[in-house]
């Protein structure tokens, strides 16, 4: 069974720039969230989606956004890049369950570097 | 909101050593917990969860934790480590009604020598 597919895997973007990332989670898990892990804050999260819609929103700015289609797959964009905005982006996809969360899987990350 | 505290910011032990790493969370409501261990090189995985019932959990790799409500408190345990322990460990925290939602702790890094 493949693992959550985070791509792209490194990128470099310039101050005011904006990038999208792209995840696909495993077959069959229809809850897909977002977490940015930076040396200083740890594991911070951004949202996740469950059938195409956000179900929850961590404390970033506007700037910060997602999407989920059809197929769960999601896509999450930063617009206006700042150089604090420097980051590992994690995905993580779960089988969500009636009235608990099941495990998270994580893919390995999109490392972004704003300069 | 809820948040959760690693007190262990670096760990160095010798392999066989005893483990126990403390995690603390701040909710007033009902929580799932979790550990979560990052090996070099590797993606986040999990290591033991928390729902409801016995407060011991066993994981994988010979983990496990307690859970003592009455503390916030969820400390991992590992009764001898080895060189291949050596990785970052966080605890989250779900607080109950927010889907999928975890907060973690700033992780723990440990390092175990031969």
């Known amino acids: 069974k493949a693992g959550v597919t985070q791509t792209p895997r490194y990128l470099i973007k310039t101050r005011g720039q904006q990038v999208t990332l792209s995840c696909s989670p495993i077959s069959g898990h229809r809850s897909v969230s977002w977490y940015q892990q930076t040396p200083g804050q740890g594991l911070q999260f951004l949202f996740e989606?469950?059938?195409?819609?956000?179900?929850n929103k961590g404390n970033f700015p506007g700037r910060f956004s997602g999407r989920q289609f059809s197929n769960s797959r999601s896509e999450m964009n930063v617009s206006t890049l700042e150089l604090g905005d420097s980051a590992l982006y994690l995905c993580?996809?779960?089988?969500?369950?009636?009235?608990?969360?099941?495990?998270?899987?994580f893919g390995e990350g999109s490392r972004l570097t704003v300069l | 909101a809820q948040s959760v505290s690693q007190h262990n910011h670096h760990v160095i032990l010798s392999e066989a050593a005893s483990l126990e790493l403390g995690c603390n969370y701040s909710?007033?409501?009902?929580?799932?917990l979790f550990w979560y261990v990052q090996y070099p090189g590797q993606h986040l995985q999990l290591l033991l969860k928390y729902f409801s019932g016995d407060p011991l959990v066993k994981g994988i790799k010979g983990f496990e934790a307690e859970f003592i409500k009455s503390k916030f408190s969820f400390n991992l345990r590992k009764p001898s480590v080895q060189w291949s322990d050596t990785a970052e460990y966080f605890c989250a925290v779900n607080a109950t009604g927010t889907a999928s939602k975890l907060t973690f702790g700033t992780g723990t890094r440990l390092q175990v020598t031969l």
């Open positions: 909710y007033g409501g009902t929580v799932n």
């Open positions: 993580a996809s779960s089988f969500w369950t009636s009235g608990r969360p099941g495990e998270l899987f």
């Open positions: 989606y469950f059938s195409e819609t956000q179900r």
